[in-house]
């Protein structure tokens, strides 16, 4: 069984569409994550949820917004869909909240964005 | 503010030779530390992670990682190379945000 899985894989949209991209994790975690991987393969992160409450909102364009109905599920849709925001994006979660010690963070693997 | 610097963004080595990959960081306290690898078209896969207590690390498909003080480093080590280990390898810092070095291409040569 995968512990984190996304959905899709890949994605080829329009500028201007809205998409969604899901993460559900089945490892019981109480945290989930969304990064975001640019062209240079930096990774960065995005939002962070603990038992779905919004702990980590980084700077970016309200045109994404993370969802997540159970701690088990964290989605992220994405408004407007920009050339830029191409990219590889990551769900991740983890047994405890950001910077705990111990935590380790477990990632899905990625969904590769395209905006033509 | 915690940070790491993988200083090699690009290294070739033979199949079966051995290979170190360099990360350094920068942290006020004693780290905690991970490596994660990426392969081609792939997701994130935690290799090893450094906690506290023995500072050599031993992780999966045969890597290692030593943590030294002195040297701010967290290097991942593996006596002998394969073909399948070619992939982005990522040091990251697992506090708040999980700050992530710039990665480290490594390609296998035969």
């Known amino acids: 069984d995968t512990a984190v899985s996304q959905t899709p894989k890949y994605l080829v949209t329009q500028m201007g569409n809205d998409k969604s991209i899901k993460c559900e994790q089945n490892?019981?975690?109480?945290?989930m994550y969304w990064y975001k991987q640019d062209s240079k393969k930096f990774l960065k992160i995005m939002f962070s949820?603990?038992?779905?409450?919004?702990?980590i909102n980084e700077t970016v364009p309200n045109r994404f917004s993370p969802k997540s109905p159970d701690k088990a599920h964290l989605n992220l849709h994405i408004n407007s869909l920009e050339l830029g925001d191409s990219a590889v994006y990551f769900c991740a979660s983890s047994a405890k909240s950001p910077g705990s010690s111990g935590n380790t963070i477990y990632f899905g693997e990625g969904s590769w964005l395209t905006v033509v | 503010a915690q940070s790491v610097t993988q200083p090699d963004i690009h290294i070739t080595v033979s199949e079966g030779a051995s290979l170190e990959l360099r990360c350094n960081y920068s942290y006020g306290a004693t780290p905690y530390l991970f490596w994660y690898v990426q392969s081609p078209g792939q997701g994130l896969q935690l290799l090893l992670k450094?906690?506290?207590?023995?500072?050599l690390v031993q992780g999966i498909k045969g890597f290692e990682a030593e943590f030294k003080r002195s040297q701010s480093s967290f290097n991942l080590r593996k006596p002998s190379v394969h073909w399948s280990d070619a992939a982005e390898y990522f040091c990251a810092v697992p506090y708040q945000k999980v700050t992530f070095g710039t990665g480290t291409k490594l390609q296998v040569i035969p």
């Open positions: 949820y603990n038992n779905k409450e919004l702990i």
């Open positions: 490892l019981g975690h109480d945290t």
């Open positions: 450094y906690f506290s207590g023995d500072t």
